[in-house]
Nanobody
Framework: QGQLVESGGGLVQPGGSLRLSCAAS????????MGWYRQAPGEQRELVAG???????KYADSVKGRFTISRDNAKNTVYLQMNSLKPDDAAVYYC??????????WGQGTQVTVSS
């Protein structure tokens, strides 16, 4: 039904910024919710931010005011702008989309490292 390809992870110093992107391709006719999750070593995967097809957003308390999720429907792409990064934000970040009304797709994950 499609695949998601992420980009934008990397190493950043505390206080720095990164922008993650996730593009969907394949037999996709509609995309409902989009989201970003993260998983640190030894931890469960957690929701970081989500955005509905109508543009409503939600954020984990730990990232409110620092991260911004957005989507470009024409490009089947979701973004995560991450500012004021902290060491606790370090994790593998995964994008997720619900496509064609019922298929839940995941990206391959991109590493974010926050260290001086």
């Amino acid at each position: 039904q499609g695949q998601l390809v992420e980009s934008g992870g990397g190493l950043v110093q505390p206080g720095g910024s990164l922008r993650l992107s996730c593009a969907a391709s394949g037999s996709i006719f509609s995309i409902n919710a989009m989201g970003w999750y993260r998983q640190a070593p030894g931890e469960q995967r957690e929701l970081v931010a989500g955005i509905t097809s109508g543009g409503s957003t939600k954020y984990a308390d730990s990232v409110k005011g620092r991260f911004t999720i957005s989507r470009d429907n024409a490009k089947n792409t979701v973004y995560l702008q991450m500012n004021s990064l902290k060491p606790d934000d370090a994790a593998v970040y995964y994008c997720q989309m619900v496509v064609n009304g019922r298929y839940n797709l995941w990206g391959q994950g991109t590493q974010v490292t926050v260290s001086s």
